[in-house]
């Protein structure tokens, strides 16, 4: 069944809540499943729930989805009582952009937040920790990585919220995190203290299978350190499920949803991680349902659905309505419709890389990719992704571009700006390889609008390369950088992470002059950024021009004062503003 149509609502609209530990029957009877899970019973709405989501998780890393046998054992056990989904997608192979998904039921055009930072979840956004508090539930979130930095606007409605603590005093290359171990044990004592008469929603991430990949001494069989903290993960989510069946009556409560943000694609299509391509490597994950009932135990979907259907669905299965004018569906108890089809998106590459952003569309029939050129493949039938029937002349049906089309007309949130994104968070972003760094949140386009970029497909080698570069640079080599940047920027001059560090490796070989025109030529690149003139500031003090560096001394702190009043700090702002003005004044 398609979610309610109607108007969109996407914002604090006054809304009818009921106390939720009283169950309300079910507006729908149980449906028949295409797949043979259905004749399991309709039991009553579960009163709580716990949402697991499990970062950087492949769907062939799972034993139960055809993963190395062994290797997640508890997760297997669970998939064994629950209805599990083999067609699931994310909505963008990121954490932030998926989890906020999950939580809004919207897709990343409407919910905004479509990067790791500097992007947030916008205030006006109603969550499912929202729903769940104003109902009376207890909402607790325990998280392994800053890319879900509260700061972010991920911990809406959460009463009780732990994540890592942001530091700067870590190696290039480390990552704020914790293991999932030290998260569950959080969890646990969250829910050994919680009011037993009040329902709850628990949500644990973890985060262990994201790159850097430790060695795993408990898991000699692993067949890789990746799948070594596969399986580090699954003992961590089989803590918690234990804990939970030992605390009496409360696995027949408790509504368990499992679910991966994203997958890795360790080499599949050319990609190392995850983030700059919509192969399925990366975008199909695990989905896992356990009802309290046993509905569908030990059944497998292959329904498509997406990560923006897990928030309609624990709603339902809380016993709280589904709000109109979502992106997801829920799932509970019902079939999905044959026809339905599922967006998804990587606009990494075009913020980090200045190619052109891809845009996704799959249904039961095909996926398909929209960049600088047009890809579909019948995944089902083809799920190495091989065959592109597009380039062997076979028309693209309409439904495609018309589903991607009609999502980009439906309102979206307002970007957020009312949220402080502070400079430790910031650097551990980029530590995770999303770049980070920008004053100003970028201004997205749409899929369609973007032409005569580099196609992401076509375009890893660019990435590598300015990787090697950043290398090279870290190790004192300017030299050998210097000549890589000016190759990639030749090629490519609408990548700015290129440009960012070209300027920087030419400030530091004591080119200014050159760096001069690498500044200038970052910008005409949007985002506008402060550290562009800070630079500018640095190399016209070094020619002695006072005259151009008063002009980006000046344009640096309007930005700054700009950043603090759109994050709120309007101390800070007050302060530039005063230093600003003395600037002007000083110099007629």
Same mark, same amino acid.
């Given at each position: 069944?398609?979610?309610?149509?109607?108007?969109?609502?996407?914002?604090?609209?006054?809304?009818?809540?009921?106390?939720?530990?009283?169950?309300?029957?079910?507006?729908?009877?149980?449906?028949?499943?295409? !797949?043979?899970?259905?004749?399991?019973?309709?039991?009553p709405?579960?009163?709580?729930a716990?949402?697991?989501?499990?970062?950087?998780?492949?769907?062939?890393?799972? %034993?139960?989805?055809?993963?190395?046998?062994?290797?997640?054992?508890?997760?297997?056990?669970?998939?064994?009582?629950?209805?599990?989904?083999?067609?699931?997608?994310?909505?963008?192979?990121?954490?932030?952009?998926?989890?906020?998904?999950?939580?809004?039921g919207?897709?990343?055009?409407?919910?905004?937040?479509?990067?790791?930072?500097?992007?947030?979840?916008?205030?006006?956004?109603?969550?499912?920790a929202?729903?769940?508090?104003?109902?009376?539930?207890?909402?607790?979130?325990?998280?392994?990585?800053?890319?879900?930095?509260?700061?972010?606007?991920?911990?809406?409605?959460?009463?009780?919220?732990?994540?890592?603590?942001?530091?700067?005093?870590?190696?290039?290359?480390?990552?704020?995190?914790?293991?999932?171990? @030290?998260?569950?044990? @959080?969890?646990?004592?969250?829910?050994?203290?919680?009011?037993?008469?009040?329902?709850?929603?628990?949500?644990?991430?973890?985060?262990?299978?994201? $790159?850097?990949?430790?060695?795993?001494?408990?898991?000699? *069989?692993?067949?890789?350190?990746?799948?070594?903290?596969?399986?580090?993960?699954?003992?961590?989510?089989?803590?918690?499920?234990?804990?939970?069946?030992a605390?009496?009556?409360? #696995?027949?409560?408790?509504?368990?949803?499992?679910?991966?943000?994203? %997958?890795?694609?360790?080499?599949?299509?050319?990609?190392?991680?995850?983030?700059?391509?919509?192969?399925?490597?990366?975008?199909?994950?695990?989905?896992?349902?356990?009802?309290?009932?046993?509905?569908?135990? *030990?059944?497998?979907?292959?329904?498509?659905?997406?990560?923006?259907?897990?928030?309609? !669905?624990?709603?339902?299965?809380?016993?709280?309505?589904?709000?109109?004018?979502?992106?997801?569906?829920?799932?509970?108890?019902?079939?999905?419709?044959? @026809?339905?089809?599922?967006?998804?998106?990587?606009?990494?590459?075009?913020?980090?890389?200045g190619?052109?952003?891809?845009?996704?569309?799959?249904?039961?029939? *095909?996926?398909?990719?929209?960049?600088?050129?047009?890809?579909?493949?019948?995944?089902?039938?083809?799920?190495?992704?091989?065959?592109?029937?597009?380039?062997?002349?076979?028309?693209?049906?309409?439904?495609?571009?018309?589903?991607?089309?009609?999502?980009?007309?439906?309102?979206?949130?307002?970007?957020?700006?009312?949220?402080?994104?502070?400079?430790?968070?910031?650097?551990?972003?980029?530590?995770?390889?999303?770049?980070?760094?920008?004053?100003?949140?970028?201004?997205y386009?749409?899929?369609?609008?973007?032409?005569?970029?580099?196609?992401?497909r076509?375009?890893?080698?660019?990435?590598?390369?300015?990787d090697?570069?950043?290398d090279?640079?870290?190790?004192?080599?300017?030299?050998?950088?210097?000549?890589?940047?000016?190759?990639?920027?030749?090629?490519?001059?609408?990548?700015?992470?290129?440009?960012?560090?070209?300027?920087?490796?030419?400030?530091?070989?004591?080119?200014?002059?050159?760096?001069?025109?690498?500044?200038? $030529?970052?910008?005409?690149?949007?985002?506008?950024?402060?550290?562009?003139?800070?630079?500018?500031?640095?190399?016209?003090?070094?020619?002695?021009?006072?005259a151009?560096?008063?002009?980006h001394?000046?344009?640096?702190?309007?930005?700054?004062?700009?950043?603090?009043?759109?994050?709120?700090?309007?101390?800070?702002?007050?302060?530039?503003?005063?230093?600003? @003005?003395? #600037?002007?004044?000083?110099?007629?």
């Amino acid at each position: 069944m398609s979610a309610p149509q109607g108007p969109p609502r996407l914002g604090r609209a006054p809304r009818v809540v009921r106390r939720a530990w009283i169950p309300a029957p079910l507006a729908v009877a149980a449906a028949v499943m295409g !797949t043979g899970a259905a004749g399991c019973g309709e039991g009553p709405a579960p009163r709580s729930a716990v949402l697991i989501t499990l970062d950087t998780t492949r769907l062939d890393a799972l %034993g139960v989805f055809g993963g190395p046998q062994g290797l997640t054992p508890n997760l297997d056990a669970l998939a064994a009582r629950s209805l599990r989904y083999e067609w699931a997608r994310t909505v963008a192979p990121l954490t932030l952009p998926a989890h906020a998904s999950m939580m809004t039921g919207l897709y990343p055009p409407r919910h905004t937040a479509r990067g790791n930072g500097p992007s947030v979840l916008p205030a006006e956004a109603v969550t499912l920790a929202e729903e769940a508090r104003a109902a009376g539930f207890q909402t607790a979130a325990f998280v392994a990585c800053l890319a879900l930095d509260r700061a972010l606007g991920i911990d809406q409605g959460f009463d009780t919220w732990s994540q890592p603590a942001a530091t700067l005093e870590r190696r290039v290359g480390e990552i704020a995190d914790r293991p999932g171990g @030290e998260v569950v044990g @959080e969890a646990l004592g969250w829910l050994a203290s919680r009011d037993p008469r009040r329902p709850f929603f628990l949500w644990v991430h973890l985060f262990d299978p994201h $790159a850097p990949y430790e060695p795993q001494p408990r898991f000699p *069989g692993a067949p890789s350190p990746y799948h070594g903290e596969v399986a580090a993960m699954d003992a961590a989510v089989g803590r918690l499920l234990d804990a939970i069946e030992a605390q009496p009556g409360l #696995a027949e409560e408790v509504f368990v949803a499992v679910v991966a943000d994203h %997958g890795e694609g360790l080499g599949d299509g050319g990609e190392a991680t995850h983030g700059l391509l919509l192969r399925d490597a990366t975008v199909r994950v695990p989905l896992l349902l356990r009802y309290r009932d046993g509905w569908g135990a *030990g059944k497998t979907s292959n329904e498509t659905v997406s990560v923006a259907d897990v928030g309609p !669905t624990l709603l339902e299965a809380m016993g709280l309505a589904v709000r109109e004018g979502l992106d997801g569906i829920s799932l509970y108890r019902r079939s999905v419709p044959a @026809e339905r089809g599922v967006y998804f998106e990587s606009y990494d590459g075009w913020r980090r890389y200045g190619w052109s952003p891809l845009a996704g569309w799959a249904d039961a029939e *095909g996926k398909y990719v929209r960049g600088a050129r047009d890809e579909l493949h019948r995944t089902r039938a083809d799920p190495r992704e091989v065959d592109d029937v597009l380039a062997r002349g076979e028309p693209l049906p309409r439904r495609y571009a018309e589903g991607i089309a009609a999502l980009a007309r439906r309102r979206a949130l307002p970007s957020a700006g009312d949220r402080t994104v502070g400079d430790e968070v910031l650097a551990a972003m980029a530590e995770l390889g999303y770049g980070a760094t920008y004053d100003r949140p970028p201004s997205y386009p749409a899929p369609f609008e973007v032409q005569g970029r580099p196609d992401p497909r076509d375009s890893l080698a660019e990435s590598t390369a300015v990787d090697r570069a950043r290398d090279l640079a870290l190790a004192g080599d300017h030299a050998a950088a210097r000549a890589i940047l000016e190759a990639v920027h030749d090629a490519n001059p609408y990548d700015t992470t290129a440009l960012d560090l070209l300027a920087e490796v030419l400030i530091a070989l004591g080119e200014h002059r050159p760096a001069v025109a690498v500044l200038r $030529a970052r910008l005409v690149l949007p985002p506008e950024q402060i550290a562009t003139h800070r630079d500018l500031v640095r190399c016209f003090t070094a020619l002695g021009d006072a005259a151009q560096r008063r002009v980006h001394s000046l344009r640096a702190l309007e930005l700054l004062i700009e950043t603090h009043e759109r994050r709120g700090e309007h101390e800070e702002a007050a302060r530039y503003r005063e230093l600003l @003005e003395g #600037a002007r004044a000083e110099g007629g």
